[in-house]
């Protein structure tokens, strides 16, 4: 089966995570990719980082024989992701810091996670795949 994935937005991200949640026992690996929103005057996220690691991340996730679930998620704009009450700042289940953010879903709680500043290596990318 071919890498399914779904995408959210800070507003639809309820609804989108209870379906990803409830397909997740169906999945071999289930990710959560945390991502800038595009900048509509470049059509190119406002986030270098996040322009750098993505084509990297889908590269690696997109094997013929892989059986994984991607959702993507939006933080927002600069001024909306910057603010310190951002809710996937808070949220427990994230506490993200910063974007990209690749995280390992397993049994309903995050079991690893790759930060701004390495969720682009391909090795990482694999170790946590792979869940090491």
Sequence with gaps: ?????????????????????????????????????????????????????????FKKLEGPSDNVALLRAYVGDRPTWRNPLHPWRVDPRFKLTGVPTLMLWEDDVVKGRLEDHEAHVERKIDGLVAGK
Excluded: G, Q, Y
Excluded at 9 to 18: E, N, P, R
């Design 1 to 57: 089966m071919p890498l399914k994935v779904l995408d959210a937005t800070v507003s639809s991200f309820d609804t989108v995570f209870d379906k990803f949640r409830s397909e997740a026992p169906t999945h071999s690996t289930n990710l959560i990719l945390f991502l800038a929103d595009t900048d509509p005057s470049t059509s190119l996220s406002w986030c270098p980082d996040c322009v750098r690691a993505e084509p990297v991340i």
